[in-house]
């Protein structure tokens, strides 16, 4: 094995009635990156993804879940079945591993993948879907993956389907994420973000509930410019900005806010957009401190870490209104 990846899928839908458009992140699961060669065992070998059917097997033999200790997260994660792999080529139960496990043999479920060859790379990929969806109490925020894989031969004769197991690296998957852009009425962009988050140590420090998500992370929108001539790397921030105010939504949070867009002329030399940036706020030592945190009287250091942007198409209308592009 290479490496390992998270994945994720973009999806964007506009409401033109509503002047609404929304783009949604989507974690996918893992890309696993392997090594040359393949096909050791002959044609049709699969990449297995080894799972305890219930039998309580040794963590470093089959594959594991969990949430991240940083974060107060009380979503409880489901025992992994090939349920929570959906893109999955083939599923078998009862194929035995290579390994002993008390000096007896043990039997395992296996979600098994087709690798594909990346020539650039000069490595073998897999994309392997996660899915803990219904199967787990709560949506996770950043929930570990640690997965445990092995060369699996479908037509091999028993018991020799499976090569002896490989543990991967820890991979985080990344949680949902939905931001919604919408034009008012008097011409301002309203702005939302949705989706699992939890608080940490700060949010702690901060009180409990609203007070404490609000102080574990920021949101921000910012509207861009840079000329048409210009490449993505020529991006400046305009003095439309807004932080984004944290309030209950359901059983959760979202993140909401409204900005004015800069004014322009038509046709406009400059090209526009929204960015939204969603950053986590960490306790940190004064000489890497980006900014503070008071609560209760008490001021720390903090320095954030960004985990979530993305950007929506403005354009500029004939009155030199700057508008979202739907």
């Known amino acids: 094995m290479s490496h390992t990846v998270p994945t994720f899928t973009w999806e964007r839908t506009v409401d033109t009635e509503a002047?609404?458009?929304?783009?949604?992140r989507r974690s996918a699961g893992v890309r696993v990156h392997l090594r040359r060669p393949w096909f050791s065992s002959g044609d049709d070998e699969l990449l297995a993804v080894v799972l305890d059917p219930g039998s309580r097997l040794?963590?470093?033999?089959?594959?594991?879940?969990?949430?991240?200790?940083?974060?107060?997260?009380?979503?409880?994660?489901?025992?992994?079945?090939?349920?929570?792999?959906p893109n999955a080529a083939v599923t078998a139960t009862g194929r035995l591993l290579a390994e002993t496990v008390g000096g007896a043999p043990a039997a395992v479920t296996v979600a098994a993948y087709v690798p594909e060859y990346d020539a650039q790379l000069g490595?073998?990929?897999?994309?392997?879907?996660?899915?803990l969806g219904d199967l787990a109490d709560s949506p996770a925020y950043f929930p570990y993956l640690r997965p445990v894989f092995a060369r699996y031969q479908p037509y091999a004769v028993?018991?020799?389907?499976?090569?002896?197991?490989?543990?991967?690296?820890?991979?985080?998957?990344?949680?949902?994420?939905?931001?919604?852009?919408?034009m008012t009425a008097d011409g301002r962009i309203r702005v939302g973000l949705r989706g699992p988050a939890a608080a940490n140590d700060a949010g702690e420090f901060a009180g409990p509930g609203r007070d404490g998500m609000a102080a574990s992370r920021r949101v921000t929108a910012t509207v861009q410019q840079r000329a048409r001539s210009g490449s993505d790397l020529d991006w400046t921030a305009t003095d439309a900005t807004a932080?984004?105010?944290?309030?209950p939504d359901g059983t959760g949070f979202a993140w909401t806010g409204e900005l004015t867009p800069p004014p322009s002329r038509f046709p406009?030399?400059?090209?526009?957009?929204?960015?939204?940036?969603e950053s986590e706020t960490c306790f940190t030592d004064r000489t890497t401190a980006t900014g503070t945190l008071t609560a209760h009287g008490v001021t720390r250091p903090v320095a954030r870490r960004l985990v979530h942007a993305d950007f929506f198409g403005l354009t500029t209308t004939v009155f030199g209104r700057v508008v979202l592009e739907e």
């Open 19 to 24: 002047h609404r458009v929304t783009r949604t």
């Open 58 to 85: 040794p963590a470093e033999l089959v594959t594991r879940c969990g949430t991240d200790p940083v974060w107060a997260n009380d979503s409880v994660l489901p025992r992994l079945r090939p349920a929570n792999f």
């Open 123 to 131: 490595l073998w990929t897999c994309d392997i879907d996660v899915d």
């Open 158 to 182: 028993d018991p020799l389907h499976l090569s002896k197991a490989v543990t991967g690296e820890f991979v985080q998957l990344m949680p949902d994420r939905t931001v919604t852009a919408a």
């Open 243 to 247: 932080e984004l105010t944290c309030t």
């Open 268 to 277: 406009s030399p400059s090209l526009y957009r929204l960015l939204v940036e």
